[in-house]
């Protein structure tokens, strides 16, 4: 099995997409589907942005540049990566990916401050208690959305035939009987909602 990072990025901002448009109903959201589309947004981005830098330049995503090349010179197979053999070595933190990018591509500066709010709200949720009013929780939804429809295309730009293979991409997950059951109640619940909405 293998675990590719532009598919493990995708996949992550996927998981995003469909706890802010597909995994919620009436429009009321859990407080689940709110920390997991915020956790896999900020994990998919880090992954996708380090991958923008370490295809311009590995050494970049590494925290240390000195132990970087230390650790190159001493790799017993040059085909390894040096992340497999040497784990201690400690990538840049996501912000100092931002940052980065920031100071390379023009692109990504009008959502620069939104992505940093974004972790920094991540980082709360992950490390303390986040109280926010429906209002504040409204604004923050908004700026997550549309901050994810933003970096799709910054990727899109910058990360050959991303838009097709996040089209493509699905979380192909074996559904239980029961999960198939609450399925198809809740596609029955939808249809019938909207033929009722209609006729009214």
């Keep these: 099995m293998q675990f590719d990072l532009l598919e493990n990025?995708?996949?992550?901002?996927?998981?995003?997409?469909?706890?802010l448009e597909k995994d919620y109903v009436d429009e009321s959201f859990h407080r689940f589907q709110i920390k997991d589309a915020v956790f896999d947004f900020v994990h998919g981005i880090e992954i996708l942005i380090k991958l923008i830098i370490r295809q311009?330049?590995?050494e970049g995503i590494f925290d240390n540049k000195k132990d970087y090349q230390e650790a190159i010179k001493k790799l017993s197979n040059p085909d390894l990566d040096v992340l497999i053999e040497f784990p201690d070595l400690k990538?840049?933190?996501?912000?100092?990916?931002?940052?980065?990018?920031?100071?390379?591509?023009?692109?990504?500066?009008g959502l620069e401050l939104n992505l940093k709010d974004i972790v920094k709200k991540r980082n709360q949720i992950m490390h303390s208690t986040v109280n926010m009013s429906d209002e504040e929780l409204v604004s923050f939804l908004g700026k997550l959305r549309l901050t994810l429809?933003?970096?799709?295309?910054?990727?899109?730009e910058h990360i050959e035939n991303f838009s097709n293979d996040f089209a493509k991409e699905e979380r192909l997950e074996p559904m239980t009987e029961e999960e198939l059951l609450d399925d198809a109640l809740a596609s029955h619940a939808i249809d019938v909602y909207e033929d009722e909405r209609l006729e009214y």
């Design 9 to 19: 990025g995708m996949d992550s901002l996927k998981k995003a997409e469909n706890a």
């Design 91 to 109: 990538t840049i933190t996501i912000t100092g990916a931002i940052n980065k990018v920031s100071n390379q591509m023009k692109s990504i500066k």
């Design 149 to 156: 429809e933003q970096v799709k295309k910054f990727f899109a």
């Design 56 to 58: 311009q330049n590995e």
